[in-house]
């Protein structure tokens, strides 16, 4: 049996930018869309190019408080992402029916969300998503949220799927890490939540 090193999660501001660049490559969704589309207005989506949407998420790790994500680490390699920010932040998606049915108030500054997970190709299904998941929670839990939420791909319910299309995460994922689902806006993508305690 092949033994898997172990994940160490960072902030991304504690993350070299040239780290955050490997891990989101050169082609596919990540490299086009740089965790901006919950981000950005329909308008400003349709006409932003990869380089824009870089551009812009390096300026919010440099600049935002709290940091946008956090980036997981294999031996030393980067090979994760996952975002994790206050969900006023992403003025988009208490507006998109991923988020329908969040019993929470738009303007809640203590909802966090997680919205996208990145894995490099060559380290995927080796538990990296999980590990990014339970960093999220951490990273959100110190900034001080009150619940955090995600909005995965139920793939009992839709069937086969892509990588590129879980990039929300899985529902047993979320539920491995604790999360209860809350709404379900559509029959494959659930609201899910986990509330902090004391």
């Known amino acids: 049996m092949t033994e898997i090193a172990p994940v160490r ?7 070299p930018w040239d780290d955050v660049v ?3 490559g050169t082609r596919g969704d990540p490299a ?16 932003a190019e990869g380089p824009e949407c870089k551009v812009a998420l390096e300026r ?10 956090i ?20 003025g988009r998606l208490t507006r998109t029916r991923a988020a329908a ?3 929470e108030a738009p303007d809640d500054e203590g909802v966090w969300a997680v919205t996208c997970f990145v894995v490099r190709v ?20 110190e900034a001080g949220a009150r619940v955090v939420e995600g909005y995965p791909v139920d ?12 990039y929300h995460g899985t529902l047993t994922q979320f539920q491995a890490a604790g999360f209860e689902e809350v709404a379900r806006p559509s029959a494959d993508r659930p609201v899910m939540q986990l509330r902090f305690t004391g």
């Open 155 to 166: 793939v009992a319910v839709r069937g086969k799927t892509s990588s590129a299309d879980l």
């Open 60 to 69: 919010q790790v440099r600049d935002a408080a709290p940091p946008p994500g």
């Open 101 to 103: 049915g969040s019993p």
């Open 32 to 47: 086009t869309c740089w965790c901006q589309f919950f981000k950005l207005s329909n308008a400003d989506w349709k006409n």
């Open 71 to 90: 980036i997981a680490y294999r031996d030393g390699e980067p090979v994760g992402w996952c975002a994790v920010e206050p969900r006023v932040n992403y």
């Open 22 to 24: 490997r891990v989101f």
């Open 122 to 141: 060559g380290h995927r299904r080796l538990g990296i998503g999980g590990a990014l998941l339970r960093g999220a929670l951490e990273q959100a839990r």
């Open 9 to 15: 999660i960072v902030s991304v501001s504690d993350a």
